[in-house]
């Protein structure tokens, strides 16, 4: 399959497991850094995004120091169109399929 995004969770419970963004040759390696693939399915996702938590601010980086912000994602959200179908049964949801080696 072609690069895309793609919602994981547990087969059994449907816990998010996570959102990838990667070829689906690539999802069962990420997917298997965070837990077992063959206990989850996935979907691919329609446009829409991850939004972090916070106020945004705008404004300069100091070269010299090197100063960024920091990455918070303790309070962000998906974007409506991403919630809507992260936490729909609708659609085809995928289990994966591992060979096993002999």
């Not at 998010?16 to 390696?29: E, K, N």
Request: glycine share 8%; proline share 5%.
């Amino acid at each position: 399959m072609a690069n895309g995004v793609w919602i994981v969770r547990v087969k059994r419970n449907k816990v998010s497991v996570g959102i990838f963004a990667c070829s689906s040759d690539d999802l069962i390696h990420l997917v298997d850094e965070v837990c077992d693939p063959n206990a989850c399915e996935f979907k691919s996702m329609p446009p829409g995004g991850f939004v972090f938590g916070g106020t945004v601010v705008l404004h300069e980086i100091d070269e010299e120091q090197a100063e960024y912000a920091p990455v918070h994602i303790g309070d962000g959200y998906l974007t409506e169109s991403w919630a809507e179908h992260a936490y729909d049964d609708d659609g085809t949801w995928w289990p994966f399929i591992i060979a096993e080696n002999d």
